[in-house]
């Protein structure tokens, strides 16, 4: 959002979903996950948004038959190829990084051993991974039921290891708050943010190894 758009009243800074409209106030009621209540933007309210300036409004069509168990292949393949830091080309990438994947966590690992860390910053990072792997576990118990039943246990246990890096995750980000009230990392707390950030990253790897034995079954059973 633009500081233009912001002093223009409007609020959709992110994607929202239109739940209904008031033709006589000229608005539209949004719906959002961040958001408690509905709240309303203007029919010419709409901004550009993203480093790409996306004006961007998606209007849901019938759906056209899809095979589930496909479309679940694909996601997992994009999941390991992200882990493994080769889902972009980092050259040409929307939102420019140092690192993607494990990559990321190493480089974060290396910076709490170097650089002096902001705990609001590192706070914010930690509850973004613990939305993000909360997303991919709740999406394999989605898919579970789309799979070959042979892929189901290496499933459950990339599930069972995504909810082993939330705990950590949420310890992490309780340690980076702890941080910001004693205005910085002690030798303590940057010792417990690395233990947890390290067993984050390894939990994680096992999780992505669970999802690649899934694959393999997976290409196997539908050959």
Known sequence: MTQAQHDQGIGAFEWGLLVGYDEQQKTYAVRHPRDKTEYTVLFGGFGYTDPVNWYHVIVPVE?????????????????????????YDMADICYPTDALGFAACELWLDTFQTENVDPH????????????????????????????????????????????????????????????????????LLQEATGSLQAALEADRKAIKDIEAALAVLQVSIS
């Open 63 to 87: 759906p056209e038959p899809a095979d589930l168990q496909q479309v679940a292949i694909q996601s997992l393949k994009h999941a390991v190829a992200f882990a493994h830091g080769d889902r």
């Open 121 to 188: 910053f590192a706070s914010a990072h930690a509850g973004a991974l613990s939305m993000l792997h909360r997303h991919a576990a709740d999406y394999l118990r989605e898919i579970i039921d789309h799979v070959h039943d042979d892929a189901n246990q290496a499933l459950h246990a990339a599930i069972t290891f995504y909810e082993k890096e939330l705990h950590v995750l949420d310890q992490l980000t309780e340690i980076c708050q702890r941080a910001a009230t004693h205005s910085g990392f002690t030798a303590s």
